[in-house]
């Protein structure tokens, strides 16, 4: 069977011709004895090649379906002996290659999914379990994760190495933030756990680390009494002054127990403002409509509230990715960016960059995200926000149309130009932004705690094999000559 073939899975790499060989080639490095499989059958790396973004596709040369964690342990002490990148993949929701590698090894998480240990304050996962499977073994024990996603079907994994934000975290930080500790395989293949107390290093690395330092194999979250309930207020607002005054207000107060605003294109060149808000409780006690919504300067004309049970909430995507699939604009480009923006420049950027911003270059079923985070939440050292007492996380989460290679490529280009004005007044990017990144750009993005991760990445990844997508360890590693794992030398 050729390397193309189906059944065919490689069994020796030589370095040389950085080719699969024969096992008994001299000088070749053998793949390890594994319980699951190695495989380069044409779909498998199609399939590692895409992700929801559909802008970049990276070709690996093998995908790893791990029989259990021994096979990535396996595999990335092969790849540290073969300079092959390694990139693990939760479940491919990044939109610009950042699960992917060309020419390495892509590890499938997927099948490392149990959920276990459900404690009334902590939950185990293993990190290619999805939030939703999280949150349903959880519920199941009456206690929720603090903070989920908007959307459940992205990894434990996937969302511990860029942060986690939602609706909770103006009141308990992201996801990184709830995370007590990590099991992890470090780019020598070796399995450690960390948590404050233990591997400190490793642990402060790993939390919105982008995958530099390790691969998480299971990571244990603190939970809270999930509640039965969650009623939802909608509230409209004209004017962008007064829906960030009420919103910053909001959280500041603590008010409600979800907060998460969008901004809506009501015709060309006028927008309108969307709150949309909600507390949590379980019955007999009812939330007080009036007090929760006392001063509150939105359209009183166009308000809607309503109440759904909890798990529906947090599953409140899900009829909008039924459409998409339906429509097939949930498998078009998505050129997203999430930035951060400070508290006082925020007013003024929004306003500047939706003054420009057409229907067309949203796309049809894009939307703008608007809402406050409390700064003094986040933890985790390599979470990167503005300084400022509150960061607004503004998303422009763009569709281009299919088979339209140039106007995603517009849509790139516009998120390279919303970054730029961003950056200049204090604000930073969310690394699951769809844009090239040079070297210089994750310099800045890192700032202060770029020195940290270098010395992290030299300890944990001394061959420079881990998560290859973001274009970090080329930048990491800048004087590495031997491809085999010898010493290398970074520059800072
Ligand atoms: C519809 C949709 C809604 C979203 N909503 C939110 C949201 O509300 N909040 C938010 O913060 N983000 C959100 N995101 C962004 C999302 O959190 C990130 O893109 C996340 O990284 C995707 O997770 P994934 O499991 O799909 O990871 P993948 O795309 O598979 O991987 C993402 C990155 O994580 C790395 N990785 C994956 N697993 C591991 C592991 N076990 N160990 C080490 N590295 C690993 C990969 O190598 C890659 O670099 C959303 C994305 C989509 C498409």
């Known amino acids: 069977m050729d390397q193309r073939g189906s059944l065919w899975q490689p069994v020796a790499f030589d370095l040389a011709t950085r080719r699969w060989v024969p096992r008994e080639s001299p000088g070749a490095v053998p793949v390890p004895e594994l319980e699951g499989a190695l495989v380069c059958d044409e779909s498998s790396l199609q399939w590692a090649a895409e992700d929801f973004?559909?802008?970049?596709?990276?070709?690996?040369?093998?995908?790893?379906?791990?029989?259990?964690?021994?096979?990535?342990?396996?595999?990335?002490?092969?790849?540290?002996?073969?300079?092959?990148?390694?990139?693990a993949r939760g479940a491919g929701h990044s939109t610009y290659g950042q699960a992917q590698t060309a020419g390495g090894i892509v590890i499938d998480m997927a099948g490392l999914d149990l959920v276990s240990d459900v404690r009334a304050d902590r939950v185990t996962a293993q990190a290619g379990a999805l939030w939703g499977e999280v949150l349903d073994a959880t519920l199941a024990r009456g206690c929720t994760p603090a903070v989920l996603t908007d959307y459940l079907d992205i990894s434990v994994g996937g969302t511990l190495t860029v942060?986690?934000?939602?609706?909770?975290?103006?009141?308990?930080?992201?996801?990184?933030?709830?995370?007590?500790?990590?099991?992890?395989?470090?780019?020598?293949?070796?399995?450690?756990?960390?948590?404050?107390?233990?591997?400190?290093?490793?642990?402060?690395?790993?939390?919105?680390?982008?995958?530099?330092?390790?691969?998480?194999?299971?990571?244990?979250?603190?939970?809270?009494?999930?509640?039965?309930?969650?009623?939802?207020?909608?509230?409209?607002?004209?004017?962008?002054?007064?829906?960030?005054?009420?919103?910053?207000?909001?959280?500041?107060?603590?008010?409600?127990?979800?907060?998460?605003?969008?901004?809506l294109l009501a015709a060309p060149g006028v927008w309108r403002y969307l709150l949309e808000a909600a507390t949590y409780y379980t019955p007999p006690v009812v939330p007080a409509d009036a007090a929760l919504l006392n001063g509150l300067g939105y359209d009183r004309t166009d308000e809607e509230?309503?109440?759904?049970?909890?798990?529906?909430?947090?599953?409140?995507?899900?009829?909008?990715?039924?459409?998409?699939?339906?429509?097939?604009?949930?498998?078009?480009?998505?050129?997203?960016?999430?930035?951060?923006?400070?508290?006082?420049?925020?007013?003024?950027?929004?306003?500047?960059?939706?003054?420009?911003?057409?229907?067309a270059e949203l796309g049809n079923s894009g939307l703008a995200l608007l809402y406050p985070v409390r700064a003094d939440r986040l933890r985790a050292p390599l979470t990167r926000v503005p300084d400022s007492e509150l960061v607004w996380l503004f998303a422009l989460l763009r569709t281009a149309s299919a088979d339209d290679p140039a106007g995603a490529a517009a849509m790139i280009e516009a998120n390279r130009v919303v970054r730029d004005r961003v950056l200049a007044r204090g604000g930073l990017t969310y690394p699951t932004t769809t844009l090239p990144m040079s070297p210089a750009d994750w310099r800045t993005h890192f700032g202060p705690h770029w020195r940290?991760?270098?010395?992290?990445?030299?300890?944990?990844?001394?061959?420079g094999i881990l998560a290859p997508g973001y274009g970090i360890v080329n930048t990491l590693l800048q004087n590495s000559t031997d491809r085999c794992g010898a010493q290398r030398t970074h520059t800072v």
């Not at 595999?75 to 540290?80: L, S």
């Open 452 to 463: 940290q991760l270098l010395i992290a990445k030299e300890e944990f990844d001394p061959h």
């Open 53 to 87: 973004g559909h802008v970049v596709h990276r070709r690996p040369r093998a995908v790893l379906r791990p029989g259990g964690v021994a096979d990535v342990a396996a595999i990335v002490a092969f790849a540290g002996e073969t300079g092959l990148g390694v990139a």
């Open 305 to 359: 509230i309503d109440d759904i049970s909890y798990r529906e909430f947090a599953h409140r995507m899900a009829p909008g990715e039924t459409a998409l699939r339906a429509s097939g604009e949930w498998l078009y480009p998505h050129p997203w960016i999430t930035v951060f923006l400070p508290s006082g420049a925020t007013a003024a950027l929004v306003s500047e960059i939706l003054t420009g911003l057409t229907a």
């Open 163 to 263: 942060g986690g934000v939602g609706g909770t975290s103006h009141c308990y930080g992201f996801q990184v933030d709830s995370v007590e500790e990590l099991r992890v395989i470090t780019g020598t293949g070796q399995l450690v756990t960390c948590s404050p107390e233990r591997n400190r290093r490793l642990f402060d690395a790993v939390r919105a680390g982008l995958g530099q330092c390790g691969i998480i194999i299971s990571a244990t979250v603190s939970v809270i009494p999930a509640p039965a309930r969650a009623r939802r207020y909608r509230l409209r607002y004209r004017d962008l002054a007064t829906f960030l005054a009420d919103q910053r207000q909001l959280v500041m107060q603590g008010r409600f127990d979800f907060l998460q605003s969008q901004t």
